[in-house]
């Protein structure tokens, strides 16, 4: 048995389970280990690719400020949405979270 089977068996849960589906309707942040970062609503997860809906796809190279201001920005003042749908592969995604669970 691999590890990650291994491990399932051992939290009860199905190796099948995605966490990133949890999230799945929620206002989300996709960070990138590019100077892209992506926010949005999560409306679609697949094996390859995640899709967003409403989403602002911002180049931090176009931005004076560090990501995490720019996130308690939009944090703050709500997403401006420059795409009706995105499509991100997942191969380039490093982390996934809540918009609001971005703190000070």
């Known amino acids: 048995m691999n590890e990650q089977a291994s491990e399932?068996?051992?939290l009860g849960l199905s190796a099948k389970i995605d966490p990133i589906e949890e999230l799945s309707g929620e206002?989300?942040?996709?960070?990138t280990a590019s100077p892209l970062i992506y926010v949005g609503k999560l409306l679609r997860i697949t094996p390859h690719v995640l899709e967003l809906c409403?989403?602002?796809?911002h180049d931090m190279n176009d931005s004076r400020s560090t990501k995490d201001f720019y996130l308690l920005q939009t944090r703050d003042l709500?997403?401006?949405?420059?795409?009706?749908?995105?499509?991100?592969?997942?191969s380039h995604v490093t982390?996934?979270?809540r918009l609001a669970?971005?703190?000070d």
């Open 54 to 57: 409403e989403a602002d796809v």
């Open 27 to 31: 206002i989300v942040v996709l960070d």
């Open 78 to 90: 709500g997403v401006r949405p420059n795409r009706a749908r995105v499509l991100i592969h997942r």
């Open 8 to 10: 399932s068996s051992y």
């Open 101 to 103: 669970d971005i703190t």
């Open 95 to 97: 982390s996934v979270s």
